[in-house]
């Protein structure tokens, strides 16, 4: 027990140690407000893109610089602050917490968790606005990053490193085709950063439940920015996910990064720059849009070895209208990437699912890091596939075929039937193998098309429980030996006498 | 809306046409004379603002009403009036003080506190800080009884605040942040 006299004691102690030091500031007036955009006197010496402080505890970000005022973006809710009210300069330019406290949590683009998982216990700090790396610093993308999407690893490769565009109308699956990838990086040492831009609350909810429910939300982190908040939140939402996975990067792991999707960003942007008064251009964008997704794409790279090899692999989604890819943002970002994944509504209405449209759609960098295993079944899909779409376009006019020409059309049918796979069912490199052989084997000439997904499914059980080194070998040479293709084909022989 | 970038600009020229004149308080004097006039009124005040009133109208009016003021600061007004700027004077008024106040080597000094300090601790607070920084001050002193305790010093931009309030909005957001 403490008696009487020792708390006086100690109140009295602390009495006369009281600090009474002043806070210092470099403080503005606000001389306009409204939009979400503050337009501050003073502030003379505040930094483009500084953080300052509204009197609520709202922060902004300062983006016009002009001779007697400063253009903020107020990233909270504007309603409280007035005309005259007091703005404090807090000295650092707009960054995050990176680091292994972020993966897990859901954080807004500020870096402030948002999933009620308590504080983010993290002492470093990175800006969102980086440069990328040099040309130096790089090295060719080599290793590949599987989708465990059968159509994207086989026909569309994407390598770690990469910037693969995913595109297409609303409705289509471009985020299934992201939320699968993720998935799929389970165990395989990536950490994967969801960038959600202007979304619905509720369909970043059920992303991150889907998340948990695979057990991807351990190396995942979600930057959220929701349909009603802020343009200018929506605005740094990528390149504060950026940072966190530059993070990462530069510690030598590998990235995979998400931001869906870029269209709204741009359109974000698009609105904090009309209210800052800069210039319109095209559709009203702003010039500097093809900047913003340039830098911000550049940043995905794979470092040297010198740099510790790590690598960000960007995987951007824009939205069109009725499939128009010629529009201004869709042109732009498919000029910055290094591919595209191009998904139709026809296709997904046909039931092929992902409805990725393979003729069009196209990886410029990938093919030089898909595994050996794969490029030998890939490269004779591709081509068989171009065969049956020019066939089929024809076969639609002629009354009656040869029998080759049928032959191909059939074997064409049950490849495109194979690229179906259902959502979140994401495949290992060496499944896609075997059964993408058994399909350009013509294998599955045999069996009709509706029951080519039956098919898949069980002789992928089939072959772990019967032939387990089939497998097992591809996965660990990641290549088609004429041995293992020989063990193969006994394998689905022996499987379609069953079937 | 206010504008300061323009207003400057109106300013800087009066001031140097002032300055020229070697009349620059006889300016200044009179172009708060006619601001006050302004704000005393707000009759006054919506006639001159008024984009409704006829132009010529309007300036004659105003040369009769304030004839009495020096040349300069008169013209300036005409022009304002014939420019269509009426909406600066304000601004116009509060710039040609940061020129004159430039001019003199001197800077805007605000101690606000919680009650009334005694004139020798102002004075005190202002000697330490011209040492400090080594300018003159205009010292203007308001009272907020808000601030519990302790004083507000704003020069400019710069802002040192060892107010009781100022304290404890730090713990508030320091709570609220961890």
């Not at chain 1, 253009?71 to 995050?96: F, L, N, Q």
């Not at chain 1, 059968?150 to 490769?157: G, K, Q, S």
């Not at chain 1, 319109?280 to 940043?299: C, K, M, Q, T, W």
């Not at chain 2, 506190?113 to 004075?123: G, I, K, M, T």
């Amino acid at each position: 027990m403490i008696n009487a006299d020792e708390i006086a004691g100690i109140i009295k102690q602390r009495i006369a140690t009281y600090a009474t030091g002043t806070n210092e500031a470099e403080i503005g007036t606000v001389i306009q407000v409204g939009d979400n955009i503050a337009r501050v006197y003073g502030l003379d010496n505040a930094q483009s893109s500084e953080l300052v402080e509204f009197p609520n505890g709202v922060n902004g970000i300062v983006l016009n610089l002009e001779e007697d005022s400063v253009g903020i973006a107020i990233m909270g809710p504007d309603t409280d602050i007035r005309e005259g009210d007091r703005v404090k300069r807090t000295g650092r330019i707009a960054s995050v917490p990176v680091g292994d406290a972020v993966l897990g949590r859901t954080v807004n683009p500020l870096g402030q968790p948002i999933d009620g998982k308590g504080p983010i216990e993290s002492n470093q700090y990175r800006t969102i606005e980086n440069t990328a790396p040099t040309v130096i610093e790089r090295q060719s993308v080599k290793q590949p990053l599987q989708t465990g999407i059968r159509a994207i690893d086989a026909l569309i490769p994407i390598g770690k490193g990469q910037r693969e565009l995913i595109i297409g109308d609303r409705g289509t699956g471009k985020t299934a085709i992201a939320i699968d990838a993720i998935i799929n990086q389970k165990g395989k040492n990536v950490i994967c950063i969801y960038v959600a831009i202007g979304q619905k609350a509720s369909t970043v909810a059920s992303v991150q439940q889907t998340f948990e429910k695979h057990g991807a939300m351990e190396y995942t982190t979600i930057v959220n920015v929701s349909a009603a908040e802020p343009a200018a939140l929506k605005w740094i939402a990528p390149f504060a996910g950026c940072a966190m996975a530059e993070y990462f990067m530069y510690e030598g792991k590998d990235v995979l990064i998400v931001y869906d999707d870029l269209t709204r960003h741009a359109q974000a942007y698009r609105e904090v720059s009309l209210l800052l008064r800069r210039p319109p251009g095209r559709e009203a964008y702003p010039g500097d849009i093809f900047f913003l997704h340039s830098r911000l794409l550049e940043r995905a790279a794979k470092l040297s070895d010198e740099k510790g090899g790590g690598s960000i692999t960007a995987l951007p989604i824009i939205e069109t209208q009725a499939g128009d890819v010629s529009a201004y943002i869709p042109t732009n970002v498919i000029s910055i990437t290094d591919g595209q994944i191009y998904l139709q509504n026809a296709l997904f209405f046909q039931g092929i699912r992902p409805a990725v449209d393979v003729g069009i759609s196209v990886s410029r960098v990938g093919s030089s890091a898909q595994t050996k295993a794969m490029k030998s079944v890939a490269g004779r899909l591709k081509l068989d596939l171009a065969q049956y779409r020019e066939l089929a376009a024809f076969s639609k006019l002629a009354s009656d075929l040869d029998k080759a020409t049928q032959q191909q059309l059939n074997r064409g049918d049950k490849m495109t039937a194979v690229l179906v796979q259902p959502q979140l069912d994401p495949q290992p490199m060496e499944d896609e193998v075997a059964v993408l052989f058994a399909a350009t084997r013509g294998y599955l000439d045999q069996f009709p098309t509706n029951r080519m997904q039956e098919w898949v499914h069980r002789f992928v059980q089939f072959l772990h429980e019967k032939y387990p080194q089939v497998t097992n070998t591809i996965r660990d040479t990641q290549a088609l030996s004429d041995d293992v293709e020989k063990q193969l084909i006994a394998a689905i022989e022996d499987f379609n006498r069953g079937f | 809306m206010p504008n300061e970038t323009l207003a400057r600009r109106y300013a800087t020229a009066v001031f140097d046409l002032a300055h020229e004149a070697n009349s620059i308080a006889t300016v200044q004097h009179d172009l708060h004379t006619f601001v006050d006039a302004l704000a005393a009124d707000e009759s006054v005040r919506k006639f001159f603002r008024s984009p409704v009133v006829d132009r010529k109208e309007k300036e004659e009016i105003v040369a009769r009403a304030f004839d009495k003021l020096d040349p300069i600061a008169l013209h300036t007004i005409l022009l304002l009036i014939r420019k269509r700027r009426e909406a600066l004077a304000e601004e116009l008024v509060v710039q040609f003080d940061d020129l004159e106040r430039a001019a003199r080597g001197s800077q805007k000094l605000r101690i606000t506190s919680a009650r009334q300090l005694p004139q020798a601790e102002v004075d005190q607070i202002v000697a330490r800080l011209a040492a400090a920084f080594n300018t003159k001050y205009d010292v203007t002193q308001a009272v907020d009884p808000g601030l519990i305790g302790g004083v507000r010093i704003t020069m400019g931009d710069k802002l040192a605040d060892g107010t009781i309030a100022g304290r404890l909005d730090d713990i508030a957001r320091l709570l609220s942040t961890n």
